[in-house]
């Protein structure tokens, strides 16, 4: 075969200039005739005025443009779509985890559980799990993934079991009734689906009794809890073949218990319906389940031996479940957007599974998806708003002086070290501080940065994206504690007024030192001093009578802060600065009303008649301040 031949077309543009390449190969003219047919039409609507650059290189990207001389198709991205045997007929992208299975075979444990944040492609590779072993299982589904070339593991597993497959996230209620009667409704989704069950020939028909109950929505809390094992019997008498059992977000019944006040009855519930498929059930091949947290063995899985849990600390299965840095490399590759690729790894990676760092797929999915229909879109929070993160709420609302300090360490990117407890009961979860650390651990909002000793583990927020989610709830929770505190506001308010310069810095400076600090020690200095500018804007805005305007154009500039009192005849102009150093904060203030001054600042008050205008230069160090104040 001849080498292809690369041709370069140099296309100018709007003033700007850029490169195209065609690959003519001769093994494939067509496509290459194709590919560059398509390129003229561009270049021609390039030079012709009808096509703008940012047009044109949009075309590129949507195309998929040319690789290896082949026009690529871009296959649909799978947001929200956890089913995989529609991932897979409908051509959907698709990152192989399919190594799931292979780890699996190979390391086999009886009941296995799986706890990983949410987002992180569990109920997919649920999914999978049972596309792969159920009878009748469509072996073109797993073309070209990595399963398909364990031809051993294939022709042993493949399509060979009978699979009970159940989500229990869907179990949710305000009371307990509500809670049970969703649970009867997805355990009767999954008798339904297996209704075969009632015409076979080869089950008693006293053993069907119970299943038909269940079809007729008459069965009883006994029923219930024998379900799944009551449904691996059936199957194995139809087929004689055990059972292979799925269980995915086990633990939701019980979060979701707890939340509303009735967990002890849900415990009762669930131990039962567990004890029964996991325990004492001849008729399981084996059972995978999944959650986020490893709830207490005391708690539901009480005298059961043939457990595996698999954590996030866990060396083993620790690629299957989230992307690894070239999963993503080839993804954005995949669709023109390699040069995102910093970005992405800034907000959606940093997650450490076993010995591996991985991204949330549910981030990087959404983020390349929003990519390809605006291609200068900015990263946005995708995971953290699919939840209502109270976890972090609550953590912070308890959070002491000393947590406080640890959590702007956390901010800053720096690490602490924790004990953490990897097993817990949902009523544990508030008896402790140290029990929220290792919550936040187990759920995504912290990851390891390394193991100290046993127990112990160096703990970092992974990316900007969960960040935000500590920076947004401690904003909160300093609105709720010390801004809505309306007597200490009044007084501070009231020190504007009356030209209190000290009064303003010493209250400011108490309040400065209650909240929790939410500076990046590495963010840029004017950055740090928009974020003092935003704090001050939030406590002048506990007076309701003042009219304020931010970054308000006055003069010959742009003012900081621009109060307009109740008093028809009083003004007051604010100019923040900040400080890398406590001993420049004196000059920073001076610096700070020579910009009033200098910029007429208080020109806009005085047009609308304000004669009586107050001056304040604040400059900001770490939780300090100096405050200066001069009459206009």
Same mark, same amino acid.
């Given at each position: 075969m001849?080498?292809?031949?690369?041709q370069a077309?140099?296309?100018?543009?709007?003033?700007?200039?850029f490169?195209?390449?065609?690959?003519l190969?001769?093994?494939e003219?067509?496509?290459a005739?194709?590919s560059y047919?398509?390129?003229?039409?561009?270049?021609k609507?390039?030079?012709?005025?009808?096509?703008?650059?940012t047009?044109?290189?949009?075309?590129?990207?949507?195309?998929?443009?040319v690789?290896?001389?082949?026009?690529?198709e871009r296959?649909?991205?799978?947001?929200?779509i956890?089913?995989?045997e529609k991932?897979r007929r409908?051509?959907?992208?698709?990152v192989?985890?399919?190594?799931?299975?292979?780890?699996?075979?190979?390391?086999?444990?009886?009941?296995?559980?799986?706890?990983?944040?949410r987002?992180?492609g569990?109920?997919?590779?649920?999914?999978?799990?049972k596309?792969?072993?159920?009878?009748?299982?469509?072996?073109?589904?797993?073309?070209g993934l990595?399963?398909?070339?364990e031809?051993?593991l294939?022709?042993a597993?493949?399509?060979?079991?009978p699979?009970?497959?159940?989500?229990?996230?869907g179990?949710?209620?305000?009371?307990?009734?509500?809670?049970?009667?969703? +649970?009867?409704r997805?355990?009767r989704?999954?008798?339904?689906?297996?209704?075969?069950?009632?015409?076979?020939?080869r089950?008693?028909?006293?053993?069907?009794?119970?299943?038909?109950r269940?079809l007729?929505?008459?069965?009883?809390?006994?029923?219930v809890?024998?379900?799944?094992k009551m449904?691996?019997?059936?199957?194995y008498?139809h087929y004689?073949?055990?059972?292979?059992l799925?269980?995915?977000?086990?633990?939701?019944p019980?979060?979701?218990?707890f939340?509303?006040?009735?967990?002890k009855?849900m415990v009762?519930?669930?131990?039962?319906?567990?004890?029964?498929?996991?325990?004492?059930?001849?008729y399981?091949?084996?059972a995978?389940?999944?959650?986020?947290?490893?709830v207490?063995k005391?708690?539901?899985?009480?005298?059961?031996?043939n457990f595996?849990?698999?954590?996030i600390?866990?060396?083993?299965?620790?690629?299957?479940?989230g992307f690894t840095d070239?999963?993503?490399?080839?993804?954005?590759?995949?669709?023109n957007?390699?040069?995102?690729?910093?970005?992405?790894?800034e907000?959606?990676?940093?997650?450490?599974f076993?010995s591996?760092?991985?991204?949330?797929?549910?981030?990087?999915?959404?983020?390349?998806?929003?990519l390809?229909?605006?291609?200068?879109?900015e990263?946005?929070a995708?995971?953290?708003?699919?939840?209502?993160?109270d976890?972090?709420k609550?953590?912070?609302?308890k959070?002491?002086?000393?947590?406080?300090?640890e959590?702007?360490?956390?901010?800053?990117?720096?690490?602490?070290e924790?004990a953490?407890?990897?097993? *817990?009961?949902?009523n544990?979860?508030?008896n402790?501080i140290?029990?929220?650390?290792?919550? *936040?651990f187990?759920t995504?909002y912290?990851t390891?940065a390394?193991?100290?000793?046993?127990?112990?583990y160096?703990l970092?927020?992974?990316?900007r994206?969960?960040?935000?989610?500590?920076i947004?709830?401690?904003?909160?929770w300093?609105k709720e504690?010390?801004?809505?505190?309306?007597?200490p506001?009044?007084?501070?308010?009231q020190a504007? +007024?009356d030209g209190?310069?000290?009064?303003i810095q010493?209250?400011?400076?108490?309040?400065?030192?209650?909240?929790?600090s939410?500076?990046d020690?590495?963010?840029?200095?004017?950055?740090?001093?928009?974020?003092y500018?935003g704090l001050?804007?939030?406590?002048l805005?506990s007076?309701?009578?003042?009219?304020?305007?931010?970054?308000a154009?006055s003069?010959d500039?742009f003012?900081?802060?621009?109060?307009?009192?109740e008093?028809?005849?009083?003004?007051?102009?604010?100019?923040?600065?900040?400080?890398p150093?406590?001993?420049?904060m004196?000059s920073?203030?001076v610096?700070a +009303?020579?910009q009033?001054?200098?910029?007429h600042?208080d020109?806009?008050?005085?047009?609308?008649?304000?004669?009586?205008?107050?001056?304040?230069g604040?400059?900001?160090?770490?939780?300090?301040c100096?405050?200066?104040f001069?009459k206009l």
């Amino acid at each position: 075969m001849k080498r292809a031949r690369r041709q370069a077309i140099t296309v100018c543009c709007g003033g700007r200039f850029f490169f195209l390449h065609r690959c003519l190969r001769t093994a494939e003219p067509h496509s290459a005739i194709k590919s560059y047919i398509w390129r003229k039409r561009l270049i021609k609507q390039a030079f012709c005025g009808k096509m703008k650059l940012t047009e044109y290189k949009n075309a590129q990207r949507m195309d998929g443009f040319v690789r290896g001389g082949r026009r690529m198709e871009r296959k649909k991205l799978p947001v929200g779509i956890d089913s995989f045997e529609k991932l897979r007929r409908e051509a959907f992208y698709y990152v192989d985890k399919t190594g799931l299975i292979i780890d699996l075979l190979n390391n086999w444990g009886e009941v296995n559980l799986f706890t990983r944040p949410r987002r992180f492609g569990k109920t997919l590779n649920m999914s999978m799990l049972k596309s792969f072993f159920e009878i009748g299982a469509d072996r073109t589904l797993f073309d070209g993934l990595a399963i398909s070339k364990e031809t051993a593991l294939c022709e042993a597993y493949m399509g060979r079991f009978p699979v009970v497959f159940v989500s229990l996230k869907g179990v949710d209620g305000l009371t307990f009734e509500e809670a049970y009667g969703m +649970l009867r409704r997805i355990l009767r989704s999954e008798f339904s689906r297996l209704g075969f069950l009632k015409q076979s020939e080869r089950i008693a028909e006293d053993d069907k009794r119970p299943f038909e109950r269940f079809l007729k929505e008459q069965d009883t809390m006994d029923d219930v809890q024998e379900s799944l094992k009551m449904l691996s019997s059936l199957l194995y008498q139809h087929y004689g073949q055990k059972t292979i059992l799925l269980i995915d977000e086990y633990d939701v019944p019980l979060d979701k218990a707890f939340q509303h006040g009735y967990y002890k009855e849900m415990v009762a519930l669930i131990r039962g319906l567990f004890g029964q498929a996991l325990k004492t059930n001849d008729y399981l091949q084996f059972a995978v389940l999944t959650g986020c947290l490893r709830v207490s063995k005391e708690s539901i899985f009480t005298g059961l031996n043939n457990f595996k849990v698999l954590s996030i600390t866990d060396s083993r299965f620790d690629e299957h479940f989230g992307f690894t840095d070239a999963e993503v490399k080839t993804l954005l590759d995949d669709y023109n957007l390699t040069a995102h690729y910093g970005e992405t790894k800034e907000w959606y990676d940093g997650y450490r599974f076993g010995s591996v760092d991985v991204y949330c797929p549910w981030d990087v999915i959404n983020h390349v998806d929003r990519l390809c229909g605006e291609p200068n879109a900015e990263p946005q929070a995708y995971w953290i708003n699919t939840s209502g993160n109270d976890l972090v709420k609550r953590f912070v609302d308890k959070a002491d002086k000393t947590t406080q300090g640890e959590i702007e360490r956390l901010i800053a990117g720096e690490a602490i070290e924790k004990a953490v407890r990897l097993e *817990l009961t949902y009523n544990e979860i508030d008896n402790s501080i140290d029990n929220l650390w290792s919550v *936040l651990f187990t759920t995504g909002y912290l990851t390891q940065a390394g193991k100290v000793e046993r127990s112990v583990y160096k703990l970092i927020i992974p990316n900007r994206e969960v960040r935000e989610v500590f920076i947004l709830q401690i904003q909160e929770w300093f609105k709720e504690t010390v801004v809505h505190d309306e007597k200490p506001m009044q007084a501070f308010c009231q020190a504007f +007024l009356d030209g209190n310069a000290e009064e303003i810095q010493k209250r400011l400076t108490v309040i400065l030192g209650k909240m929790i600090s939410i500076l990046d020690t590495k963010a840029k200095d004017e950055q740090k001093e928009n974020f003092y500018h935003g704090l001050l804007l939030g406590l002048l805005r506990s007076d309701p009578t003042w009219s304020i305007l931010s970054n308000a154009e006055s003069g010959d500039g742009f003012s900081d802060i621009l109060i307009e009192p109740e008093d028809p005849d009083a003004g007051i102009v604010i100019e923040v600065k900040y400080s890398p150093t406590l001993a420049g904060m004196e000059s920073a203030c001076v610096t700070a +009303l020579e910009q009033i001054k200098s910029k007429h600042y208080d020109e806009r008050l005085r047009n609308e008649g304000r004669e009586n205008v107050t001056a304040f230069g604040i400059a900001f160090c770490k939780k300090r301040c100096r405050v200066v104040f001069e009459k206009l």
